[in-house]
């Protein structure tokens, strides 16, 4: 099994793309929050990948927060 170190925007945008009922994609199961929301943390992306946005744009939008996370976080680092 491949192992991703980065969101697979591409794999779930094929996803969506061939899911015969759209509608019901991102819906919740019974009263739990959204898998997909979780793993991603952004309503944003979910919209991105209905809109059909490229996974190139879609990472390009990330990079801002990205970046400013990886500044925040280097202070807590143990390691290089």
Do not use: W
């Not at 061939?18 to 997909?36: D, Y």
Request: aromatic residues 12%; hydrophobic residues 35%; proline residues 4%.
């Amino acid at each position: 099994m491949k192992k991703y170190s980065a969101v697979n925007a591409a794999g779930f945008s094929s996803l969506y793309l061939f899911h015969p009922h759209k509608e019901k994609f991102f819906e919740r199961l019974s009263n739990q929050v959204n898998p997909i929301v979780i793993q991603i943390g952004s309503g944003e992306f979910l919209q991105q990948i209905i809109n059909g946005v490229s996974e190139k744009d879609i990472r390009a939008s990330r990079e801002p927060g990205m970046s400013r996370y990886k500044e925040m976080r280097k202070e807590y680092l143990l390691y290089d």
